[in-house]
């Protein structure tokens, strides 16, 4: 179903794929890495997927029609690009309507600070995709020790010009880094078309989630929701106990009693629809022409995730549910904060790539089935 159908750039980008609909959902690639880092510490006790298993989430996904696939450079040092570039390779040949959309990103950390460090990331990105240009590519932060967002979309436009992508994504970027962003692209000449966030029940009703909204709607800037099931805070599975031992929920200082009334709401509507409370959660974000990015590592866990295609919320249950949304927006994240971030993000990437030229990117348990 798709009753939240609205026009975006996003829309208008692609327009043989989504003629008829905006994109339903994203498959999100973060735990997709092969390196012993992902496998040990990104991914912890649960271990990195196998080769079998991507294949099958995949491969149920592309069955309902998804054609968004999320992956960046950073997630495995570049192995999850690798990763989906296989999968790509053994698919079947589609039409163009239905052919796989890869979106990776560049990470800007302080020591890649020139339009050619934008541009050999892209080629390599590219590279390890399996695709001559990228459909779209993120700057996965605006966040740099001394460049600012406009430097960036330049770099992108030249790599335009050259045909290494389309169209330019942002990810984390406020509302006020979204104008600038836009600004930049119509006066270096390429589109920027979506800005992935942190989109969930947690945030929505953060001031600065809602300025970020509401600037998007107005430019037309699709908005691609990740952690949209709050870190698994939203669903089901979650309990008291093991809220106890939840990290993210911790920084971001939340209380189980903050969740109270919110998971309650969700769990009587998803017995209303005969459906789990990660459904509910994700059509809450489909209801406000969100498109949820959803990570998942089974099969069975990609079925109950796509399940949520199948319905929609009623009006009431939504506006319900925005009223016991939280605050804790990581766009309101100081800046030295989300700096750190990216250091910090440059530091795992570097580690694990240097993993991976060392013969040392696929741990035995990843490469089953390959």
Known sequence: MNSYATDTLFQR?????????????ALGTLQWGTTPIDNNIINGSRGVLSESEAR?????????????FDTAEGYGGGTSEKRLGRLRQKEPASD?????IFMSKFLPSPWRYTHAHFESALRASNERMGISKAPIYFLHSPMHLFRSVEFWVEA???????????????????ADEVRRAVAAGEKFGIPVIVNQVHFSLLD??????????????????SIIAYNSLGQGLLTDNMDEVKFSHN???????????DLKALREVLRQIADKHNASMAQVALNWCRSHNVIPLVGCRSKKQASDTLA????????????????LALTRCTLDSPVWRRKLFVILAGVIMSACRLLDLLGLGVVKQASIGM
């Not at 099958?56 to 968004?68: A, C, Q």
């Not at 163009?96 to 796989?100: G, V």
């Open 156 to 174: 992108a436009a030249a790599c335009k010009r050259k045909g290494l992508l389309d169209a330019l994504g942002l990810s984390n970027c406020s």
């Open 96 to 100: 163009d309507n239905n052919e796989a």
């Open 13 to 25: 980008h692609f327009p043989s794929t989504f003629k008829e609909s905006p994109p339903l959902m």
């Open 56 to 68: 099958d989430i995949y491969s149920t996904f592309r069955s309902k029609g998804v054609v968004l």
């Open 247 to 257: 990290k993210p929920a911790k920084m971001m200082r939340i209380q189980w009693s």
């Open 204 to 221: 929505y009703n953060s001031p600065a989630l809602k300025d970020m909204q509401q600037c998007c709607d107005q430019l037309g800037v």
């Open 308 to 323: 949520a295609l199948d319905w929609d919320l009623f009006s009431h249950e939504r506006e319900l549910l925005d009223s």
